[in-house]
Nanobody, 122 residues
């Protein structure tokens, strides 16, 4: 499956953004999906995951209560709604697909999108 993330941009602290990830070339509904992020000079870290049906979600503690992951299997899309953004949320955000759930490790995800940059100014 091919993944393409979009929706990044520049936003002030306290603002919101919604990231989108479009899937193609596979059976999207078979996959559990995740979002990761990588800040400059840091390791790529887990942000959120959603199971194949959308009925279960899992979040990193750093974003819990501020970010919401969702999916639309009919449209082959997964989303990350980000509210109350902080400067420390600045990173390149990646969507990824995994066969198991919930998974927080990079190696658990088989397919990756190209990333979209989110910059939060203070």
């Amino acid at each position: 499956v091919q993944l393409q993330a979009s929706g990044g941009g520049l936003v002030q602290a306290g603002g919101s953004l919604r990231l989108s990830c479009a899937a193609s070339g596979g059976t999207f509904s078979r996959y559990n999906m995740g979002w990761f992020r990588q800040a400059p000079g840091k390791e790529r870290e887990f942000v959120a995951a959603i199971n194949w049906s959308g009925g279960s979600t899992y979040y990193a503690d750093s974003v819990k209560g501020r970010f919401t992951i969702s999916r639309d299997n009919a449209k082959k899309m997964v989303y990350l709604q980000m509210n109350s953004l902080k400067p420390e949320d600045t990173a390149v955000y990646y969507c990824a697909a995994a066969t198991n759930y919930p998974r927080t490790g990079r190696s658990d995800y088989r397919y990756w999108g190209q990333g979209t940059l989110v910059t939060v100014s203070s």
